[in-house]
């Protein structure tokens, strides 16, 4: 049974850790010291239900990428912690923390980061050769067919749009089954038509694949395909918005400032 806790210091509410795939609670991360820190982040509490598609968002030096790489293990908090599961990241050192990303959670980035020099199928198997794995036949035909690219696994990445070259993204991500997929401002470089297609897809993969994605953007129409919107502001949680329009996700973000 899940069941709901406060968190100390905190006016957000957490779901009990088996129903998130993620959470932070009370994330302080500062940078600097003295009268020069700078903290980031100022005791976000946020949880991520499993089989959810969240967004988070807020204006520039809200404090999001700090979130997203908190969220990764790419930085530690200053003060809080992070849950994967059950699995606090602040107990793993760094060589536990490299296999954990590697194993556990998916990336997906604006600028796709794809090795131009790797045929499609070859950069969506790397991360599991890197591993030492052997990639899961069945699997990768599965989303390779569910994201639409199946006739392209033996391009390169130059003879592909853009549009497709991020669909191999998600891909890759994919292939190792991870508990929660991370994507930052994964439509940033596409064409607004384009960029649908790509949240759509997203969303399917939440809808149909019981995925967990946590995506970074600035983007209301983007925000608006996730089932929830948290917000921030000035490195706070500025509130959330459950089942968002591109209208409404516009006008909380125009009064962040009141919270």
């Known amino acids: 049974m899940c069941v709901a806790r406060l968190v100390p210091g905190q006016s957000d509410w957490v779901e009990g850790t088996e129903m998130q795939a993620l959470a932070l609670e ?15 982040l100022d005791g976000v509490t946020v949880g991520v239900r499993r089989g959810s598609f969240t967004a988070v968002m807020g204006p520039s030096g809200s404090g ?3 979130f997203l ?12 912690r992070v849950l994967l599961g059950d699995t606090d990241l602040a107990s793993l050192g760094e060589t536990a923390l490299t296999r954990l990303r590697r194993d556990r959670i998916g990336f997906v980035f604006q600028a796709y980061n794809l090795l131009p020099s790797l045929t499609v199928g070859q950069n969506i198997t790397l991360p599991s050769r890197l591993a030492g794995v052997r990639p899961d036949a069945g699997w990768v035909r599965e989303v390779v067919g569910r994201v639409g690219i199946a006739d392209r696994l033996g391009h390169r990445p130059a003879q592909l749009s853009g549009g497709q070259q991020q669909r191999v993204a998600i891909a890759r991500a994919l292939v190792g089954k991870p508990e929660v997929v991370l994507a930052d401002e994964p439509t940033g470089a596409l064409d607004s038509r384009t960029g649908k297609q790509v949240l759509s897809l997203l969303r399917e993969l939440v809808d149909t694949l019981g995925q967990t994605v946590l995506m970074v953007t600035h983007d209301p129409v983007a925000a608006s395909y996730a089932h929830r919107v ?11 918005l459950e089942q968002p329009t591109p209208a409404a996700v516009a006008e909380r973000m125009t009064h962040l400032g009141e919270w």
Do not use: E, M, N
Not at 26 to 40: F, L, M, S
Not at 230 to 240: E, Q, R, T
């Open 64 to 66: 999001k990428s700090t």
């Open 26 to 40: 009370g994330v302080r991360k500062v940078y600097g010291k003295g009268d020069g820190a700078v903290a980031a």
């Open 230 to 240: 948290v917000f921030l502001a000035d490195g706070k949680h500025a509130g959330s």
């Open 69 to 80: 790489h908190c969220a990764a293990g790419l930085d530690r908090p200053t003060a809080g």
